[in-house]
């Protein structure tokens, strides 16, 4: 019956008009990645194998040509499973597609189709995740459904870019970057002739208040910073971060001296929840970060090969040790005050049981003073389970503290 009904809407998922960016086919990619039906799209999983299924033949629907492997859309990878790689070895799948504008260069346009499943294979944040299911329409059907809307566009326009494009969806993500640092090491396509790599991850949830989209990997190359600064408006406000490492699959290309732009549009409440449903999206917030990303690659086509710049890595990327204890909360990327601002906290952990609540402003934790988030990283790894800390937080334009017990 699942498998009916996933079928009948794949019938219905017609895309329209070739110069726009499409809400209703947005909200149909994203409507049937997230549906209860895949399971949450767990890594290597029967759901994560049907919506690859159904993004193959949506590549195929555009005229892309295959180039995974054995001339099929798919590149297949073996990988072990749990959090940290000591569960039972399984077989996920990358899936990639290229539009031949027979030109010297090549743009990679990314994102990860995978989620949590039914939260027993790490990263849930909800109570008591096992055998819920985990639909991950912002983490990440947003990404993967602007995937298939810029693939939509660049393949159907008449004036054909002086690029060519290799659209990757990677599995594995949610695992440790599985997929795309695959790809990295089995590339199929020459990555001596990749220009740049565009990354979204989670761009669904664009906050109406603060019209703020996070732009990672700007200093990667000295293009970056000028031409977003450029492009921003009123409607549509860029925050940059220029490391070009980070918890997404742009780093796996960073690595590879490629430059990257990862782009955000912050965590949220229901971040690695099972509340992560369609109906939540921003649609036409996502569309405003799609044709962000169009301009993007518009004003890169007639310029020379992008200049590859090394950055400083950023800290929730480099850290190699597990931390001893959680606060339980889900940080902002996109805010600009001193401190740590809370987008979301999650029930039944230490930060809730204390009192903090999203929207506060954390500025010291124990005797550490934070002014962002590689200060609040550091300062976590100090502390041990067990341990009471006192934490100061801006509530509006009260400073209140708490104790939270690690």
Known sequence: MKRFVLLLWLGCTGVVGAQHFNIQALKAHIKILSNDSLQGRGTGTEGERMAAAYLADEF???KLRPLGNNSTYFQEFTFKGGAHGEGQPGTARNIVAFLDNKAPLTVIIGAHYDHL??????GSLDANPADKIHNGADDNASGTAGVLELARYFAS????????FLFILFSGEELGLLGSK??????????????????????????????????NGTGTSPVWEPLLKSLATENLKIKTDSSGTGPSDHTSFYLKNI???????????????????WDKINYEGTVAVLNLIRQVIEHTDNQPRLTFLKTKSNAMAVRTTPFKVTLGVMPSYSSDEPGLKIDGVTDGRPAQKAGLQAGDLIVQLGDYEIKDISSYMEALGKFEKGQKVEVKVKRGAELLTFVVEF
């Open 157 to 164: 326009n008449r004036k054909k870019e002086k690029h060519n």
């Open 182 to 215: 695959y790809f990295a090491e089995h590339p199929t396509c020459n990555l001596q002739q990749v220009n740049y790599m565009i990354n979204m991850d989670m761009i669904g949830r664009l906050n109406p208040g603060t019209k703020t989209v996070v732009v």
């Open 60 to 62: 195929k629907k555009l």
């Open 259 to 277: 430059p990257v732009l990862h782009f955000f549009t912050g965590s949220h409440a229901d971040y690695h929840k099972p509340s992560d449903d």
């Open 117 to 122: 499943g039914l939260g027993t294979q790490g």
